[in-house]
């Protein structure tokens, strides 16, 4: 491929819905971290009785607390932020899990923190800009809330959209009100440590020329893929002579599947995204001439750049289009490294009094593996009695880090046991002059051998090298030593894994609609009914459902696929998934006769659902009557189940008469 990640950079790989979820979270978080301000805009102290205790965290100085309550962040102001910052999240269909994240989001209580943290820096900012005298004034806060809100509610179709959001202009205006109030106060400590930003910038841009090039030149070509020099070539004459369009031969000869389906478009991309020869050529190229053919490893390329945006000198970088970010990207980091400093000379610190907020920052900064150990061990002093039962508190917060905490322990475990099982595997098997040979030695003859055509003594040479490794690793030299540690560490993983197990389950018992719990519910018993269906449940609403509610996105990722499967792309895409959650739901839940009814259910109406929505994708297709054949055998249980329901007999009669119809049209039951 070109693209030393993607040829696409607009399709990841699945799950389709967790892209636009992590692009909202993305727009969100950083809304709140950069902005987040108090509710209590006034830089004048509260009256009232309110004692340091009784709040969510405080501000302090060289260890002592500030007594102004402007530099205390109370449960009102905490709680506030964070209901607006997760209702917004929830506006845009993201809902985050309790106490679990994962590479595309964070979890509520990561979230949370991160509130917290910033609330924090805010109220350093504001001791800031108090000190210096330039803190906003309430004219400057209300003139540029208005401008804002204005330029929305001016527009009719804005404000209706505003009021079923928000409810009302009112509460969109509060909303508004408390990020510009963050950001006005960013924006005038910013003024006021940098007081000559763009000469800074044209010192920066001296100093990192390429660096800067690097990072912000960008190109928008599309290109043409084919095998040889003469069928580009001929193309190429094509497309000037005006036979036809450059994206009309792109999708009709281009090999690239992927670009070739968005008529060769390639998208916007950087120096270093593409190989050395394609990135030279698009690069160089004047927009809206065709360039090449291009030889690459790929074969040869005929590119079309539509905008460049390349610069050699200051004064061109701040007259094309990307020296607003260049310069947005390097305020933002100084300004990070002045607060850094700044918190650092002030000695400022913080006290967190809320108990879950202060064990997750104690969580966040166990960042060596000894201080991992010693929380673990407090986790799990406060987590188990005497005799091993779970402590039930008020927060699932303690068990939850705790699960995850011991899940590491156990895969480290588990790394470690394997090695010492092959090492002992390994002392039996190597001849005793061999295992008598110095690491020095052993490497000796491997490079010996580079040449030889003997396997049987690279692999025992090799075996050798492996042992010499996990001695110096495990710091175990002797077979004895290493069955006395495997013992040992797996008395510490079997009671490892019955807390590990119980703590699970009792999460799952507790709040069972968070999907990472399902997750490690499964893993622990993957034969109860109940975690069965969850566990498929929770596979096929998050993988399955979301492609096949939209067809153009479904068809988007199979062109993709289809470069590294082909036509198995589909199959690999859908078939495979569900079938895997099918066959495990008939096996554990609809085909046994044990099992309670309301997941015999629930496992039929998912599959009748699945298999409903794929006949209406593939409506026109070969596969199209054997999707409506599974929908009805699930239909027909269900029946079994529900005798005389007449919403499935009706369904079921349908399909009879859609399987005697091959052109039949999609159902509107499917796309609701």
Known sequence: MMHRRHWLRKIQVPVIWAIAVLFAAGVIWWSVATFMSSRNNNPNPASGSLKIEDTVAYLTKAGSPLDDERYWITYTEFTGEVQDALNNLKRQGVVLDPYFGDSQLPSEIDYRYGILTNLVDQKILSYYALDKGIYPTKEELNAKVDEIVNQYISNDQYKLQIEQLYGSVDAFRNLVEKYVAGDLLRTKVVQDVFPNIDNDVKKYFEESKEEIKNQYEKVDASHILVDSEASATEIKSMIES???????????????????????????????????????????????????????????????????????????????????????DYQNQEFTNWLKEYKTKEAFGYVINEPDLKLYEEYKKADSEEAKTAFFEKLESTLFDSEGNIIISSSFLVPALYVQLADEKLNNLDSEIYKLKDMEKLYESLPATVLSLSTEDIQSKIDELSDSTDDALKTLYSDAKRLKDYEEELGLAEKDAVTERLAELETVKESLNSKFKSVVMFLYENIPYSSKVVEYAYNVDNTNPEIVYRFNEQKYNQNLKPLLMDPSTLESYVNYYKQYFGDSARSFLIDYPLQSIEQELNQKIINPTDVATDLKLNSLFLLVDAYEKLANVYADTPVYQLYLMGEKRYLEELDNLMPGDENINSRISIIEGLLKTPSASPTSEATE
């Open 242 to 328: 005006g036979k036809i369009s450059f994206s009309e031969a792109a999708s009709e000869f281009s090999i690239d599947a992927q670009s070739a389906s968005l008529g060769g478009s390639l998208g916007s991309f950087g120096h270093g995204q593409m190989i050395p020869e394609f990135e030279e050529a698009a690069f160089s190229a004047t927009p809206g001439v065709i360039v090449g053919p291009v030889e690459t490893q790929y074969g040869y390329h005929l590119i079309e750049v539509a905008t460049k945006t390349t610069f050699d000198t200051y004064d061109e970088l701040v007259k094309s289009s990307v020296y607003d970010q260049v310069k947005s």
